[in-house]
T-cell receptor
Framework: QQQVKQSPQSLIVQKGGISIINCAYE??????FPWYQQFPGKGPALLIA?????SEKKEGRFTISFNKSAKQFSLHIMDSQPGDSATYFC?????????FGDGTTLTVKP | DAGITQSPRHKVTETGTPVTLRCHQT?????MYWYRQDPGHGLRLIHY???????DKGEVSDGYSVSRSKTEDFLLTLESATSSQTSVYFC???????????????FGPGTRLLVL
């Protein structure tokens, strides 16, 4: 049973556009929701994260929107750049264990 | 990569042979994790450790064992490798299990394993 569902699987955006990736979770015990960015041949790296008592968190061009009642959260990348082309994973964590979405491959065209 | 190394970085082995992957950290973090990454499956937790000699199973632990005799080292062993264990394996560390800040997981560079 997949506890974190991520969509879309792949996304193509023009430079300067907005990239939006969505995730939904089932387990209400999750208390931490990080997003990771992974470049080819590298390990995932934390991009931005949010706790469920906050509805939105912004860091530079990256924003997480969190809807606790709907058990959904999303990553918005504003002014997308070719350097943002990577695979993005959402995750939901509880008691030190993280469950990851299947990932979204983002391609930003120049 | 937050002071995390994995060895080997690449390995080709044959079905039925034992394989051990090593994760080494210099951050003195208490928690260590082994994940596998496969296309279309994201990252799946194999085993994790919450201290020296303290380990527990993740969601895909069958066919894998782990050991942690020192804070800095976490070993993953495939007792008898199968083709289904061909994957990229990532080690991760975190300072604490709680969410946010110290609960952030930092990943190593990965090990590509091919089982023929």
């Amino acid at each position: 049973q997949q506890q974190v569902k991520q969509s879309p699987q792949s996304l193509i955006v023009q430079k300067g556009g907005i990239s939006i990736i969505n995730c939904a979770y089932e387990n209400t015990a999750f208390d931490y929701f990080p997003w990771y960015q992974q470049f080819p041949g590298k390990g995932p790296a934390l991009l931005i994260a949010i706790r469920p008592d906050v509805s939105e968190k912004k860091e530079g061009r990256f924003t997480i929107s969190f809807n606790k009642s709907a058990k959904q959260f999303s990553l918005h990348i504003m002014d997308s750049q070719p350097g943002d082309s990577a695979t993005y994973f959402c995750a939901a964590s509880s008691a030190g264990k993280s469950t990851f979405g299947d990932g979204t491959t983002l391609t930003v065209k120049p | 990569d937050a002071g995390i190394t994995q060895s080997p970085r690449h390995k080709v082995t044959e079905t039925g042979t034992p394989v051990t992957l090593r994760c080494h950290q210099t951050e003195n973090h208490r928690y260590m994790y082994w994940y596998r990454q496969d296309p279309g499956h994201g990252l799946r937790l194999i085993h994790y450790s919450y201290g020296v000699k303290d380990t527990d199973k993740g969601e895909v632990s069958d066919g894998y064992s782990v050991s942690r005799s020192k804070t800095e080292d976490f070993l993953l062993t495939l007792e008898s490798a199968t083709s289904s264990q061909t994957s990229v394996y990532f080690c991760a560390i975190s300072e604490s299990p709680s969410g946010g800040g110290k609960g952030t997981q930092y990943f190593g560079p990965g090990t590509r394993l091919l089982v023929l």
